[in-house]
Each structure stands twice: as structure tokens, then as C-alpha cells.
């Protein structure tokens, strides 16, 4: 057996052959404050397991970096089930991953009791797994056999899952006798896996997952009983519609029964945006703006004019107006630590104008709405002349909405604040959830492509700064909301795919957004595309995939 050569860390090595990444890392772990939980080789990454291979350009990721973070929460679920199994195995058919909160996961655990005791012994459980720095095996078996694995085990959701797969085989992953499928990478070894923490939440467990180098904003994201509550009605809905994973989905649509699908989850959301009008109609007295704010890709502005809609029914006016109309001077804007121009933060905003702008209105007097030119960076004033009427209401949308510093002149009761995400109901399979931040990606993707002549790979590379933005400036902020709206709809994975697949396919391989157009195609190979035709004009898919009947 001969020697290889490749580069670490920009270094150059020569091992011999067969040796495994996971031996190259112990040479770099001082380097890191984190431990090393992957590789990346170019465009691939790699598991620390794997061989290193002649001519690799290797390059060490700790759960600090995206795909470090996700590998980690993914070893986590694992050593979480794998404990669960060996002390209840009676209830582990009961698991499952539902939401993500905060800096964790909401983990279902079934309709009976789960005590203090019971949560101390599973904690106990996984520390001391960590402790014995057990490696995590991997195997490949067949799709065919794969089905009849997780029917022997009860993992029903999985079962339906690989009855549409359409490659011939399934990596598994065994941790002490536990055997689980897994939607990605996974760490070494549990004695990577140091950092989380247990609670009683609700009815089920938070999994804390102990963030890396998370800025101070980011441990602001509260996990209080509103968000829970749209989380758990989403839940609900797809409960009721019998759809909660993407098998469950494949299943519909296979059958027949996706246009039903399609007219109950409208109903449902029309259903939503009805009792929060319903719900401003009862404050009418004091209220005069209506804030709506929101994570990117949300359907904010479909949202307002459904709202519009519903809000006429009750004898308003509504008045729509963007907080970006309000934007700084170009010359004025603030300007990140790179140099760049932030148009994220609040003071890249002319609150001065604005908090004018609305006192006025809110006195009886009128005022000229600007209108922003991106292009120039200027505020230009078309005689877009408003003043407010008896039965006029005014609604504004923007990213900073919730965020009372932004109105800082209104008064309370003069507002009503209105948080909005695309909060996806359904799991790839019982341990497996999708990421609400990867259904957001994939329509502004769509959409960026169409409406703003922005390519696939720009939406990708801007997205992690897009993400810093609503951590900082509107999650902190999202429990002040007076009423949530989930955007999502259980059916918009298998509308977006025939969309989005190729424009994934059309990222070249040595573009370093190639890793990401992979991973999400990897994604919506699990789910069966269709025709948006039966799509109905006012959903707020429509403003991702063009044809609304609104100005999106």
C-alpha cells in the first residue's frame, strides 16, 4: 500500500493510502474552537469517515458553518432517538421532530405523559453515550429493502417516503443497534455531540441545540406561546388534511386528490386571514395602521391585499403603503463593516419622514407618499396624495414593522402588528423535518428569476446575509405581533419543484453555490412536481410563480 498526496487546510499532505479524514482532523483541532464535524473536498462534502482520496483540496467545517450546523443537529435527533429507543422503547413510534424554536427543536413525544424523571434519564442517556464516543456506522441497502426495514420498525412516513424514491439505494445509519434514515450528512463519532440541553416544553421536549458563535441578537429569538401556537396550528392542518409529510403528499397527488388539496388549504388560509380582519374590526375604535412584517419569501404582499380584501368586506377603506418608499437617501444609507450599504437595518430608513408622514395622517392632515427609485437611490414625489377618511385604515408593510422604534411617534392601540412566515407544516418523514428556511429560498429563487432578472446562484450567495437580517430585525420582535399568519401551503413543494429544478440544474459545477443548488435538488427529488394550473389567482403561491391576480 502506497502514499497519497492532497491539501488540508491549504496544507500539503502525504498519507498513506486508506487513511480517514477523521485522523487528518486531529491534527487541526487546535486550529478550531469547535470540534471538526465535516469535510468539504470542492463541491462535495464529506463525512470524516470516508478515505482521503489522491488530489484532494480538503477543507475542515465545524458546526460554526451551515452545513457544520446542520450535520450536528442531524447527530443530535440520532443520539436523541437512539437513547429514547433503549429506555421507552414502547413509545418510540410517538417521536417526532416537529418544529424548530429559538435554538432547538420541539420534539412531539405523544399524547401520554413525559415527566421530569423521564426527561433526566433520557438526558442521562446521551451524556453518557457522548461519554463512550461511539462511532456512528453507515450502510447502503437496497430502496426495496429499505421499505421493508421501516415497516419492520413502525417508521411508517419513511415506508411511504421510499415508495417514491428513484434511486436504487438508501444510506442507514446504525447507532448502538438503532437504525434511522437521515436527509443529509452525519457527524463521527457521539463524542462530538457535547453540547445540548433538555426541558419539558409544552406537551413535548425542546432539544436545545446550544448555537455556535450565535450574536447577541440572535439569543433574543423567543420561543414564547404565539409562535408555538402557529406552529401547533400548522400542525393541526395538516393533521386534518392527513398530509404531514412529503410521503403523505406524494400519496395525494398519486391519487388523484391533489386539487382538493389545493382548495382546503386555501380555504384554510382565507379562513386565517378572515378572523384576523375580524379581529381588527373589533379594536376599530383606536386603530388606524395596520404593520405587517416578515421573513423574505413570506407572500407579504399577496397577504396585504387578501387582507385588503377581507377588510373591505367590513366596510373599510384600506390604504396600502411599503416602508422601502421610505428608504434614506442613497448618499445617507448606513454602511456595514465591509463597506457595504446595509438596507437591512433600521437606520437605513428615514424614520424621521415616516414618523411625520403617519402623525399627520393620523391628525386628519395629508401628506405626499413617496416613491422610492432603487436605481438612483432617491425619493421621488408623484402627487401620490392621502389622507385618511372616516372608515380608512392604512397598511403598511415592511421589515421593520414589529419593531416599535420604527413608529416610535404612533401610539400603541393605533396599531396593529401582524408577523407573517412560511412556517411548513410537513416533515420529509417522522425525523426528519424541512427546514421553513429552505422552502423561503426555493419561492424567492423562483421569483427572483422571474420578476427581477436575478440568477439562481445570486439568490443563494445572498441569501445567508438576507437570513442575518431577519435574525437581527424581525424574529427578536416577532412575539409583539397581535396576530400570526402562516403563508405556507401543504401542496407548495410539488407546485415550486418544476420551477425550481432548473434553475438548480443550471448552476455549473465550479460555482461555489453549486454544493447548495445540490443539496435542494437532493430535497425535491422526494416530491412528486405538478402543473400549477389549478392554483387559483389570489394564492399566495401566485407571487412567487407569476399569474396573481394582484400586482406581484
Same mark, same amino acid.
Given at each position: 500500500m502506497g502514499n497519497i498526496s492532497f491539501k488540508a487546510q491549504g496544507k500539503e499532505y502525504s498519507v498513506p493510502e486508506g487513511t480517514r479524514l477523521i485522523d487528518i482532523a486531529k491534527d487541526f483541532k487546535d486550529e478550531f474552537d469547535e470540534e471538526i464535524i465535516l469535510a468539504s473536498n470542492g463541491s462535495r462534502l464529506l463525512e470524516l469517515s470516508k478515505e482521503v482520496i489522491e488530489g484532494s483540496e480538503i477543507e475542515f467545517l465545524t458546526p460554526s458553518s451551515q452545513s457544520g450546523r446542520k450535520t450536528y443537529v442531524r447527530g443530535l435527533i440520532l443520539l436523541m432517538l437512539t437513547a429514547f429507543e433503549?429506555?421507552?422503547?414502547?413509545?418510540?413510534?410517538?417521536?417526532?421532530?416537529?418544529?424548530?424554536?429559538?435554538?432547538?427543536?420541539?420534539?412531539?413525544?405523544?399524547?401520554?405523559?413525559?415527566?421530569? $424523571?423521564?426527561?433526566?434519564? =433520557?438526558?442521562?442517556?446521551?451524556?453518557?453515550?457522548?461519554?463512550?464516543?461511539?462511532?456512528?456506522?453507515?450502510?447502503?441497502?437496497?430502496?426495496?429493502?429499505?421499505?421493508? =426495514?421501516?415497516?419492520?420498525?413502525?417508521?411508517? $412516513?419513511? $415506508?411511504?417516503?421510499?415508495?417514491?424514491?428513484?434511486?436504487?439505494?438508501?444510506?442507514?445509519?446504525?447507532?448502538?443497534?438503532?437504525?434511522?434514515?437521515?436527509?443529509?450528512?452525519?457527524?463521527?463519532?457521539?463524542?462530538?455531540?457535547?453540547?445540548?440541553?433538555?426541558?419539558?416544553?409544552?406537551?413535548?421536549? =425542546?432539544?436545545?441545540?446550544?448555537?455556535?458563535?450565535?450574536?447577541?441578537?440572535?439569543?433574543?429569538?423567543?420561543?414564547?406561546?404565539?409562535?408555538?401556537?402557529?406552529?401547533?396550528?400548522?400542525?393541526?392542518?395538516?393533521?386534518?388534511?392527513?398530509?404531514?409529510?412529503?410521503?403523505?403528499?406524494?400519496?395525494?397527488?398519486?391519487?388523484?386528490?391533489?386539487?382538493?388539496?389545493?382548495?382546503?388549504?386555501?380555504?384554510?388560509?382565507?379562513?386565517?386571514?378572515?378572523?384576523?380582519?375580524?379581529?381588527?374590526?373589533?379594536?376599530?375604535?383606536?386603530?388606524?395602521?395596520?404593520?405587517?412584517?416578515?421573513?423574505?419569501?413570506?407572500?407579504?404582499?399577496?397577504?396585504?391585499?387578501?387582507?385588503g380584501i377581507q377588510l373591505r368586506a367590513l366596510g373599510f377603506s384600506p390604504r396600502l403603503i411599503s416602508v422601502d418608499n421610505y428608504f434614506k437617501e442613497r448618499l445617507e444609507s448606513p454602511k456595514d463593516e465591509n463597506g457595504n450599504y446595509d438596507f437591512e437595518c433600521l437606520e437605513a430608513i428615514d424614520t424621521e419622514l415616516f414618523n411625520n408622514h403617519m402623525t399627520t395622517l393620523l391628525n386628519g392632515g395629508e401628506i405626499d407618499v413617496p416613491v422610492f427609485d432603487f436605481v438612483v437611490g432617491k425619493k421621488n414625489y408623484e402627487g401620490n396624495y392621502l389622507k385618511l377618511q372616516e372608515n380608512d385604515i392604512l397598511i403598511i408593510e415592511g421589515i421593520h414593522c414589529l419593531n416599535d422604534k420604527l413608529s416610535y411617534s404612533l401610539p400603541r392601540e393605533s396599531k396593529y402588528k401582524i408577523y407573517i412566515s412560511a412556517l411548513t407544516q410537513i416533515n420529509v418523514d417522522e425525523h426528519n423535518r424541512i427546514s421553513t428556511t429552505d422552502s423561503r429560498l426555493i419561492r424567492r429563487m423562483v421569483r427572483d428569476d422571474r420578476t427581477r432578472g436575478i440568477n439562481p446562484a445570486q439568490t443563494i450567495k445572498m441569501w445567508s446575509n438576507v437570513r442575518k437580517g431577519e435574525e437581527k430585525y424581525i424574529f427578536p420582535y416577532q412575539e409583539d405581533a397581535d396576530s400570526m399568519f402562516n403563508s405556507a401551503l401543504l401542496y407548495e413543494l410539488a407546485v415550486l419543484k418544476p420551477y425550481a429544478e432548473p434553475l438548480l440544474f443550471g448552476i455549473p459545477h465550479d460555482c461555489p453555490e453549486y454544493m447548495e443548488a445540490k443539496r435542494l435538488l437532493k430535497f425535491l427529488d422526494y416530491v412528486i412536481g405538478v402543473s400549477s394550473e389549478n392554483i387559483p389567482k389570489n394564492s399566495l403561491m401566485r407571487e412567487f410563480i407569476g399569474g396573481s391576480t394582484f400586482r406581484v
Amino acid at each position: 500500500m502506497g502514499n497519497i498526496s492532497f491539501k488540508a487546510q491549504g496544507k500539503e499532505y502525504s498519507v498513506p493510502e486508506g487513511t480517514r479524514l477523521i485522523d487528518i482532523a486531529k491534527d487541526f483541532k487546535d486550529e478550531f474552537d469547535e470540534e471538526i464535524i465535516l469535510a468539504s473536498n470542492g463541491s462535495r462534502l464529506l463525512e470524516l469517515s470516508k478515505e482521503v482520496i489522491e488530489g484532494s483540496e480538503i477543507e475542515f467545517l465545524t458546526p460554526s458553518s451551515q452545513s457544520g450546523r446542520k450535520t450536528y443537529v442531524r447527530g443530535l435527533i440520532l443520539l436523541m432517538l437512539t437513547a429514547f429507543e433503549k429506555l421507552y422503547p414502547e413509545r418510540i413510534q410517538d417521536v417526532y421532530i416537529r418544529y424548530s424554536l429559538a435554538d432547538g427543536l420541539y420534539i412531539d413525544v405523544g399524547e401520554e405523559a413525559f415527566t421530569e $424523571e423521564m426527561l433526566k434519564a =433520557l438526558e442521562d442517556k446521551m451524556r453518557e453515550y457522548v461519554e463512550k464516543d461511539i462511532v456512528i456506522n453507515k450502510r447502503s441497502i437496497s430502496t426495496r429493502d429499505a421499505i421493508k =426495514l421501516f415497516h419492520n420498525y413502525k417508521m411508517h $412516513e419513511k $415506508e411511504r417516503l421510499f415508495k417514491y424514491r428513484r434511486v436504487s439505494y438508501v444510506n442507514i445509519y446504525d447507532l448502538d443497534g438503532f437504525e434511522d434514515y437521515f436527509y443529509g450528512y452525519m457527524p463521527y463519532s457521539t463524542g462530538q455531540l457535547k453540547n445540548f440541553d433538555l426541558e419539558l416544553y409544552k406537551d413535548g421536549i =425542546l432539544m436545545e441545540t446550544k448555537n455556535f458563535h450565535i450574536p447577541d441578537y440572535a439569543k433574543k429569538i423567543l420561543r414564547h406561546d404565539k409562535f408555538f401556537g402557529i406552529l401547533k396550528k400548522s400542525t393541526d392542518w395538516g393533521k386534518l388534511m392527513k398530509v404531514q409529510t412529503i410521503g403523505a403528499l406524494n400519496d395525494a397527488i398519486a391519487g388523484g386528490n391533489l386539487k382538493d388539496l389545493v382548495l382546503i388549504s386555501e380555504a384554510l388560509q382565507e379562513k386565517r386571514i378572515a378572523e384576523i380582519a375580524n379581529d381588527i374590526h373589533e379594536r376599530r375604535k383606536d386603530l388606524k395602521f395596520i404593520m405587517i412584517a416578515g421573513p423574505s419569501s413570506s407572500g407579504k404582499t399577496s397577504f396585504a391585499n387578501r387582507l385588503g380584501i377581507q377588510l373591505r368586506a367590513l366596510g373599510f377603506s384600506p390604504r396600502l403603503i411599503s416602508v422601502d418608499n421610505y428608504f434614506k437617501e442613497r448618499l445617507e444609507s448606513p454602511k456595514d463593516e465591509n463597506g457595504n450599504y446595509d438596507f437591512e437595518c433600521l437606520e437605513a430608513i428615514d424614520t424621521e419622514l415616516f414618523n411625520n408622514h403617519m402623525t399627520t395622517l393620523l391628525n386628519g392632515g395629508e401628506i405626499d407618499v413617496p416613491v422610492f427609485d432603487f436605481v438612483v437611490g432617491k425619493k421621488n414625489y408623484e402627487g401620490n396624495y392621502l389622507k385618511l377618511q372616516e372608515n380608512d385604515i392604512l397598511i403598511i408593510e415592511g421589515i421593520h414593522c414589529l419593531n416599535d422604534k420604527l413608529s416610535y411617534s404612533l401610539p400603541r392601540e393605533s396599531k396593529y402588528k401582524i408577523y407573517i412566515s412560511a412556517l411548513t407544516q410537513i416533515n420529509v418523514d417522522e425525523h426528519n423535518r424541512i427546514s421553513t428556511t429552505d422552502s423561503r429560498l426555493i419561492r424567492r429563487m423562483v421569483r427572483d428569476d422571474r420578476t427581477r432578472g436575478i440568477n439562481p446562484a445570486q439568490t443563494i450567495k445572498m441569501w445567508s446575509n438576507v437570513r442575518k437580517g431577519e435574525e437581527k430585525y424581525i424574529f427578536p420582535y416577532q412575539e409583539d405581533a397581535d396576530s400570526m399568519f402562516n403563508s405556507a401551503l401543504l401542496y407548495e413543494l410539488a407546485v415550486l419543484k418544476p420551477y425550481a429544478e432548473p434553475l438548480l440544474f443550471g448552476i455549473p459545477h465550479d460555482c461555489p453555490e453549486y454544493m447548495e443548488a445540490k443539496r435542494l435538488l437532493k430535497f425535491l427529488d422526494y416530491v412528486i412536481g405538478v402543473s400549477s394550473e389549478n392554483i387559483p389567482k389570489n394564492s399566495l403561491m401566485r407571487e412567487f410563480i407569476g399569474g396573481s391576480t394582484f400586482r406581484v
